[in-house]
């Protein structure tokens, strides 16, 4: 029989605003996606000096996990907890910064620490450092947000055995732009586990 | 030279986004890597690439990279050593 799943909790962040469980935990009006990452990132006190040498799709993923985890009832453990994620633009942003260092012939030196992130799925390599997972992971690019996926994804990875928790959802940023829906699926909450919970979640 | 120092400081901060530290945390003497600053191989890689970039000054031979790059103080003679 299948074991009954729930949305633990959720995070989101979009128009410089973080959402935890539906209720605004910070915002504010800076103008610079960068420097709102930073605001987030000292508002939640985190001490990760890792944390600025990331490119900004991971430090979007790094920071909504840090909310997740630290306002979960679960205990996130090194084998258990799979992490899935998607998004529309990959790494398009670091990838614009990469080419822009290599256009010049002449003046042509591309950044070995830019270059590292030119893939989407890095996010969660820092995600899985941060909290020492050895476990299933898998990033899709999309062209938005599919709950369908999401859903069938999530459960038979908890179904299967391969997981008992999923770290999930989508993270897009692009440019100046961020929208950030990240969740956590596990055996214990109140929201059940649906598609159609999911993309009411990230719609409302 | 002492110029030269503050010079390298303040690019390692800034190339190595080093965003918790200013050009006082590091003094001349610390350890780069391992249990001094505990910059990583992307940072040597940057670091290669400051050489490059700022001072003209490709390395030929990775294995003197541990040398050049122990110290601040490693860093500036090389570069007073090597430079046009």
Same mark, same amino acid.
Do not use: W
């Given at each position: 029989m299948d074991k009954?799943?729930?949305?633990?909790? #959720?995070?989101?962040?979009?128009?410089? $605003?973080?959402?935890?469980?539906?209720?605004?935990? #910070?915002?504010?009006?800076?103008?610079?996606?960068?420097?709102?990452?930073?605001?987030? #990132?000292?508002?939640?006190?985190? !001490?990760?000096? !890792?944390?600025?040498?990331?490119?900004?799709? =991971?430090? &979007?993923?790094?920071?909504?996990?840090?909310?997740?985890v630290n306002n979960a009832k679960i205990t996130i453990k090194e084998t258990n907890t799979a992490v899935?994620?998607?998004?529309?633009? =990959? $790494?398009?942003?670091?990838?614009?910064?990469?080419?822009? =260092? &290599?256009?010049?012939?002449?003046?042509?030196?591309? =950044?070995?620490?830019?270059?590292?992130?030119?893939?989407?799925?890095?996010? &969660?390599?820092?995600i899985s450092i941060r909290h020492g997972l050895k476990s299933e992971n898998v990033f899709f690019v999309f062209s938005q947000y599919n709950e369908t996926v999401h859903y069938t994804y999530e459960n038979s990875l908890i179904q299967s055995g391969k997981a008992t928790t999923v770290l999930s959802g989508w993270t897009n940023v692009d440019d100046q732009s961020v929208d950030v829906f990240m969740y956590l699926i596990s055996e214990k909450g109140s929201i059940p586990h649906s598609a159609k919970e999911l993309i009411k979640l990230y719609k409302n | 030279m002492e110029n030269l120092k503050i010079e390298l400081k303040e690019k390692i901060i800034e190339n190595l986004n080093l965003e918790d530290l200013s050009i006082d945390d590091i003094q001349d003497d610390d350890t780069l890597f391992g249990d001094g600053l505990g910059l990583d191989s992307i940072d040597a890689l940057e670091l290669i690439v400051i050489l490059d970039k700022d001072y003209g000054i490709k390395i030929s031979d990775p294995k003197k990279g541990k040398t050049i790059f122990e110290s601040i103080n490693s860093m500036a003679q090389f570069i007073m050593d090597n430079r046009n």
């Open positions: 009954k799943l729930y949305i633990h909790n #959720y995070c989101k962040i979009k128009n410089n $605003s973080v959402n935890l469980n539906g209720e605004i935990i #910070y915002s504010d009006k800076e103008t610079e996606m960068t420097v709102f990452l930073k605001n987030v #990132y000292h508002f939640l006190g985190l !001490k990760y000096a !890792k944390f600025f040498k990331m490119d900004s799709l =991971s430090k &979007i993923a790094f920071l909504t996990s840090e909310i997740l899935v994620l998607s998004n529309n633009a =990959s $790494s398009l942003d670091t990838d614009r910064k990469h080419q822009k =260092s &290599i256009s010049d012939p002449d003046n042509y030196f591309p =950044s070995p620490s830019v270059f590292v992130y030119t893939l989407p799925n890095i996010g &969660i390599g820092e | -």
